[in-house]
């Protein structure tokens, strides 16, 4: 059986060594008395919530799945629906949410800690309240007052939960070609006609209504994205009292058979002159949508988090407790027929790469999350608009370098299990199924290297990633004449080099060939999310200097196995970066 602890000390090291949270919140009003003490117990509760009620669920639920009943009805495994009402009589819902709905108005960075664990127990189940969280944050920034006092209250409470509703039969991630329709009503309302596929949590039985924010064209919109409009549409179109009315013409028609994550429903979603209401402005939808699902790609980059963790865990303690062989350099363990798999180095790769993945990404999340709270809270408007600028440039990153090597690190749990890592009743396989779906959904990894290259660094002319730069450059000014931080600063200006040059050279020769920026955005993003991490290793790596015991020796140890084993990955990434499209483009098709 699987086994998680919520990583407590490792958290708090980013948390308050690292990021030093305290006194960054200090600078932002709504959470200036927020301190350290208040922090942990929220997060020591919120790891008893996932470890006692979730995580036990994890497994029975990937085993029994979602049911389709039928007449648009589904029900999730049982004890989802036990385990989401005691998420909502705890309060998590409300969690980062604004008071004046019913929140508890703590920071943005606090949710993102509560839901690594959540997902490490759980991610099939703790993608319910995810998306809500979504949609919360969509009719936030661009529903009208009405809206937001007849949906936000119930969403805040998770009496209600939320989907976003974008992709459909013939077209995924290109939502320019979108068929669904809106026709306006007498009453200010719009009748919504279209097929929606693979929704998460499209419908099933935890709460007492679910809102969906739909995308769909009015009858005299433009084509592509620009002619793009976003509505709610509830499940139960709410009365005058605010509660769940009559039932909406929006239905479940079936839901998906999937590799993975089995006890969350995927739903296939009929809109059959269902009843909705406009979010934001005509034709401008889009802009609402990328709210929620900027928001949904940050939080897959959460979920791969939580099952790294949770795969590292188990594969470690398998490792320690297997035994198989003999040390190469003479018995460990003579009192024992074999030694145990930790003494042997490709295990030791094994787990530390997991480990230099996994505490990596926990470090940028959370740096993410508070600087999400920074660019909505800090009074200075510079600093507002820097922080945003960073959070859209690393969102990629987040998204793809994340859930990319949290794959890879599932996969090396499974190996470092050998063949029981292929046994269901050890929990690995499930894991590696879970963490496969994360480079699919809300854009695929291809996607976001596109974003990556195209949008975020050549569009405005590389100023975002000069703001990442300018970070980068003032660390490393504060520490080049340190000898302790030599291993570390050294590979870090050289990455930060090499990124330099390699933007300016595909910008150059994408403008030339567009089909050469294609071809090596998903090597960008590697290399890219290799300089990020070794701006958060070389961090971190100073903050263990400073301090003395095991865990700072550890820490150590992890970023120096980063810096000698993995970033090296970035050489024959740039190498293929660098090698252009005619390789890939020269082939006829029908010669594949």
């Known amino acids: ?68 009943v039928g007449d648009g009805v589904v029900t999730a495994p049982k004890g989802f629906k036990e385990a989401y009402a005691q998420y909502c009589e705890q309060g998590w819902p409300a969690l980062s949410c604004d008071p004046d709905f019913g929140g508890q108005g703590l920071p943005e960075l606090v949710n993102n800690v509560l839901f690594e664990m959540l997902n490490s127990a759980n991610q099939a189940w703790t993608m319910y309240p995810g998306l809500s969280h979504g949609a919360y944050a969509a009719l936030v920034a661009r529903g009208t007052d009405e809206l937001k006092q007849t949906y936000l209250p119930k969403l805040v409470s998770g009496d209600w939960t939320g989907t ?49 924010l739909v995308l769909a064209r009015l009858p005299d919109a433009p084509a592509g994205t620009k002619g793009i409009t976003l509505f709610v549409v509830p499940k139960f179109i709410p009365d005058a009292k605010g509660e769940p009315g009559e039932r909406n013409t929006v239905k479940c028609g079936s839901i998906e058979h999937k590799m993975g994550i089995h006890g969350n429903a995927t739903a296939v979603i009929n809109l059959d002159g269902a ?49 198989q062989s003999r040390s190469l350099t003479g018995p460990k363990n003579k009192d024992k027929p074999a030694d145990t798999i930790i003494v042997h180095p490709d295990v030791r790769r094994m787990l530390l790469t997991q480990k ?18 920074q660019s ?8 507002r608009e820097d922080a945003d600028d960073l959070v859209a440039l690393l969102t990629p990153i987040v998204k793809a370098f994340i859930t990319d090597n949290a794959f890879e690190g599932t996969n090396l749990a499974m190996q470092v299990f050998g063949g029981h890592g292929f046994i269901k009743e050890w929990g690995v396989e499930q894991y590696v199924r879970d963490a496969r779906i994360n480079l699919i959904y809300e854009g695929t990894n291809t996607i976001q290297s596109l974003d990556l290259i195209g949008r975020k660094v050549l569009l405005d002319g590389g100023v975002k990633l000069g703001k ?16 302790e931080m030599k ?96 390789t890939l483009m020269e082939l006829n098709a029908a010669l594949f």
């Not at 959470?31 to 509760?45: F, Q």
């Not at 909505?376 to 600093?383: C, L, M, R």
């Not at 790596?541 to 992890?558: H, P, W």
Request: a negative charge; aromatic letters at 10%; glycine letters at 8%.
């Open 376 to 383: 909505h809270k800090h009074p200075d408007a510079q600093v």
């Open 1 to 68: 059986m699987p086994q998680y602890t919520p990583p407590l000390r490792d958290m708090q090291f980013v948390l308050h060594e690292v990021l030093k949270v305290e006194d960054a919140f200090r600078e932002l009003p709504p959470h200036a008395d927020l301190d350290a003490e208040t922090i942990n117990s929220v997060v020591e509760e919120a790891g008893k919530f996932a470890t006692n009620v979730t995580f036990p669920l994890n497994q029975s639920g990937d085993a029994e799945g979602c049911t389709y």
């Open 487 to 582: 291993e570390f600063i050294e590979p870090l200006m050289d990455i930060g080099n090499k990124v330099t040059m390699l933007t300016s050279d595909l910008g150059q020769s994408g403008a030339k060939n567009p089909d050469d920026m294609g071809a090596a955005a998903v090597p960008y993003l590697r290399v890219v999310g290799h300089l990020v991490y070794s701006y958060l290793w070389a961090r971190m790596a100073r903050v263990a200097l400073d301090n003395e015991g095991d865990f700072y020796k550890a820490k150590l140890s992890t970023a120096r196995f980063y810096f000698a084993k993995l970033l090296p990955e970035t050489a024959f990434q740039i190498r293929s970066a660098r090698a252009g499209s005619a």
């Open 164 to 212: 976003m509703c974008l992709t459909e039969p013939h077209a995924g991630t290109d939502l320019g070609i979108l068929r669904t329709k809106a026709e306006p009503n007498a009453d200010g309302s719009y009748s919504i006609t279209g097929t929606k596929i693979f929704i998460s949590s499209g419908e099933h039985d935890l709460s007492n209504n679910i809102v969906h």
């Open 468 to 483: 990442f730069g300018k970070l980068v450059q003032a660390f490393v000014k504060d520490n080049a004449d340190k000898p």
């Open 356 to 373: 230099a993945w996994n505490e990596a990404a926990r470090m940028l999340c959370y740096w993410v999350g508070l600087m999400i709270d």
């Open 275 to 323: 009843k909705g209401w406009m979010v934001g402005e005509p034709n401008k939808g889009m802009a609402g949508m990328f709210i929620m699902m900027n928001g949904a790609r940050l939080g897959v980059g959460m979920q791969s988090l939580g099952l790294g963790e949770v795969a590292y865990q188990n594969s470690l303690a398998y490792a320690k407790d297997r035994l």
